[in-house]
């Protein structure tokens, strides 16, 4: 089972950009495809992006598209999400999770979860 960490949360004034990191543990990083997930307050948790295993495919909602990307490294057993040019809609908790079907896209299929990291962004 693998164990999920994300860091690199924090304020940002409007237009400033954080790089989010998700470190895994106790399971093959390899064999899971990986997703960003936020939730902002009075608000359901969405998928915003996700990665495949082999890194060649990616989603994104529309409501980042443009402006953030997710990458992967799989010899660090890493995940990131780097985020430009920041809103203050973008304020949010944001989660990574793990999927082990292959559907990337599907938020409903993620079954691992980090604690969560909060970004504020700031007008």
């Known amino acids: 089972q693998v164990e999920l960490a994300e860091s690199g949360g924090g304020l940002v004034q409007a237009g400033g950009s954080l790089r989010l990191s998700c470190a895994a543990s106790?399971?093959?990083?390899?064999?899971?495809?990986m997703g960003w997930f936020r939730q902002a307050p009075g608000k359901e948790r969405e998928l915003i992006a996700g990665?495949?295993?082999?890194?060649?495919?990616?989603y994104y909602a529309d409501s980042v598209k443009g402006r953030f990307a997710i990458s992967r490294d799989n010899a660090k057993s890493t995940t990131y999400l780097q985020m430009n040019n920041l809103k203050p809609e973008d304020t949010a908790v944001y989660y990574c999770?793990?999927?082990?079907?292959?559907?990337?896209?599907?938020?409903?299929?993620?079954?691992?979860w980090g604690q969560g990291t909060q970004v504020t962004v700031s007008s």
């Open positions: 999770a793990a999927e082990t079907g292959g559907q990337y896209y599907s938020a409903s299929r993620y079954d691992y």
């Open positions: 106790g399971g093959t990083f390899s064999s899971y495809a």
């Open positions: 990665i495949s295993v082999i890194n060649s495919d990616r």
